[in-house]
């Protein structure tokens, strides 16, 4: 059997709040609606006053492709080297995206009365999440994903049975054989729309089908 992906030690914080709130934060910190642009209901984009709470709350926090988040390397695959052909480790990650709890909901509650945006900041239900894609690459142009699998819970400790389960998996799949076998039935799944893609292909691996995207709000 063909896997040499490895397994990071990196894990999730049971810890669903932050509790500290902001030390002498600035003066518009809590007024000004920019701390909050383009807030992300649905994933772990964090707003700016979120990323402010969360080095307040002694986190390390990502910068991605323009964005901030709570994330961590889960899975990795060390020898990828181009030139290259066959399956690709895109990305493996775990996100969290954190509610406000003690002191830190107290602070926020302060301002609320006068800028009633921070309720978006209040409201939040904790959330965790995991991203695995297995990409495909080869020399007569075939490329596709083998597997891109997402999972949100907003449960800590579902998402740790659903972290378990995907790892005995993703560690243990012949990718080589995989890419292959998807390659020859390709006919029952290339045409199909995203969520049925999904559907047939956590089938095809034995997953439950995947959960993503859910709403953050309480």
């Known amino acids: 059997m063909k896997n040499s992906l490895i397994l990071t030690n990196n894990q999730f914080n049971p810890d669903p709040y932050w509790g500290k709130p902001i030390s002498d934060p600035e003066e518009d910190i809590f007024s000004n609606p920019i701390f909050l642009d383009l807030f992300d209901q649905n994933g772990y984009r964090l707003t700016e006053l979120e990323g402010i709470f969360a080095k307040a709350n002694g986190a390390e926090i990502q910068n991605h492709r323009q964005e901030t988040t709570l994330r961590m390397d889960w899975i990795y695959k060390p020898d990828q080297q181009l030139p290259f052909e066959g399956p690709y480790l895109n990305h493996a990650f775990l ?124």
């Open 95 to 218: 996100f969290e995206r954190k509610g406000y709890a003690g002191e830190a909901l107290t602070q926020l509650k302060e301002f609320a009365n006068a800028n009633f945006l921070l309720y978006k900041i209040i409201n939040i239900q904790p959330k965790w999440g995991i991203d695995f894609s297995m990409d495909y690459a080869d020399r007569f142009g075939n490329v596709f994903e083998i597997l891109h699998f997402e999972y949100d819970c907003f449960e800590y400790d579902e998402i740790i049975e659903k972290k378990k389960t995907c790892e005995d998996k993703f560690l243990n799949i012949d990718w080589d054989i995989a890419a292959q076998e998807l390659l020859n039935n390709k006919q029952q799944w290339f045409g199909l729309d995203f969520f049925a893609q999904s559907d047939w292909k956590c089938n095809f691996f034995g997953l439950p089908n995947e959960r993503f995207k859910e709403v953050i709000w309480k």
